[in-house]
Structures are given as structure tokens and as C-alpha cells.
């Protein structure tokens, strides 16, 4: 497998929830009950002190392929992959995380927003991107317009899309997954809302396969 090929890693999965997890005993219901809704991949955000802790749980969770989220620097991408992540998603485009992900074997996919973006990308030798934040910088529309001069680039839209706008995107051809937060919020977690978080999966995972 190549450092960027994540849709290898992903096979078939096209429902990405990313998960904001403050609590690392949460880790092991939230999996459960992503894996009882259909997902088969999900992507924990290095946005909380124990994001690495939550990680290694879910990843030992045989139904989910897991990777490191929101990962900023290549510290992080390092603790993520010995965490168990199988691949790592930033929010934009960082030379250092992109080269220690490459080191480490493990697909990255940098945040690009223009045009310009994904060419550094693309001349890094990548071929797979998260067009971030989606919906705010223009949606399909955007989508539409960046992949037309870029053929064979994959895209993981993210950012403000929900049950309603996720099949607009995955209709694209150039789109690999779909990633987002209203599966599993920070509310349901703070609730114990396992099942809605199974639920709102199951919701999103059945219609992705329509
Ligand atoms: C991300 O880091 O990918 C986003 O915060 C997820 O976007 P959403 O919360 O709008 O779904």
C-alpha cells in the first residue's frame, strides 16, 4: 500500500463520522454504537487532551477503520499512528505532516480550500484531499468547480454537511467519503445517547448506500 492511498484503507467506507470524544470511557460505547448503525470508518479529532487514548480503544474495535483527526503538527500524526490510526486527516495543507505520515506508511489527507491548495498537494504527490470546511466555502457547487481541472483527485467533503446534503456530495464521482460530526456531537456524548448516535448512523449509512 502507498502512503496516500486511502481508499485502500477505507474499502468501501463512505460515511466518515468525526468524533470530538472529551471522555476516553465513552470510547468503547461509541464505537459499539457506530459500528451497530453501519459505519465501518470513523476519524477521531485531536481536539481533546485524550484523543490518543480514545483513539487506541476504537481502533481496537474490529468493525472501524480509525483514523487521527484535526492532526496539526507531526507529533501528533506520530501519536495518532501508534495509537492505531490507519490514516490521518488535517485541516489544511502542513509540509511536516504531510512528510512524517509518508515516513510513518500511513495515507494522509490534508484540508484544502482553493484551487492552489490542492496543487501543493498534488505536487507533493498526493491524490487524496478533505475539501474543508465544505458547505461554508461553497458546497457541490465548489466541489463541482475544483474537481473539473483535476481529474483523478479524490475528495473527502467536510465541514457543515448533514443528513440532508451528504448524498448531493457523494453523487460526485471524484468523491471518496463524506465526513461529519452530526452522528456522534459532543450532546450526545455528554448525554450517554448511544443509541441516537447508532440511529443517526444507521440513517446516514442506509441512505449512502441508496
Ligand atoms: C472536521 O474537523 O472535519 C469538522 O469539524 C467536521 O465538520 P462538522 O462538525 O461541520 O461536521
Known sequence: MTGTDLAGVLDGCRI??????????????????????????AEVTFRTPDAAQVLKTMAAHRGLVVG???????????????AGARFVVSPGYDEDV???????????????????????????????????????????????????????????PTGGIGLDRMSDYLAHPAVL??????????????????????RLTAEAVERSAR
Open 16 to 41: 466518515m463520522p468525526v468524533l470530538t470524544v472529551p471522555d476516553p470511557g465513552t470510547a468503547a460505547p461509541l464505537a459499539d454504537a457506530l459500528a451497530a448503525g453501519g459505519a465501518r470508518c
Open 68 to 82: 487521527a483527526g484535526t492532526v496539526l503538527t507531526a507529533e501528533q500524526a506520530e501519536r495518532g499512528v501508534a
Open 98 to 156: 504531510v512528510a512524517r505520515c509518508r515516513e510513518l506508511g500511513v495515507p494522509v489527507v490534508p484540508g484544502i480550500a482553493t484551487a492552489t491548495e490542492l496543487m501543493r498537494a498534488l505536487a507533493a504527490g498526493l491524490d487524496t484531499v478533505k475539501l474543508f470546511p465544505a458547505e461554508p466555502l461553497g458546497g457541490v457547487a465548489l466541489l463541482r468547480a475544483l474537481a473539473a481541472p483535476f481529474p483523478g483527485v479524490r475528495f473527502v
Open 177 to 198: 467519503a463524506v465526513g461529519g460530526s452530526w452522528m456522534a456531537t459532543p450532546g450526545h456524548l455528554e448525554r450517554g445517547d448511544f443509541a441516537g448516535i447508532r
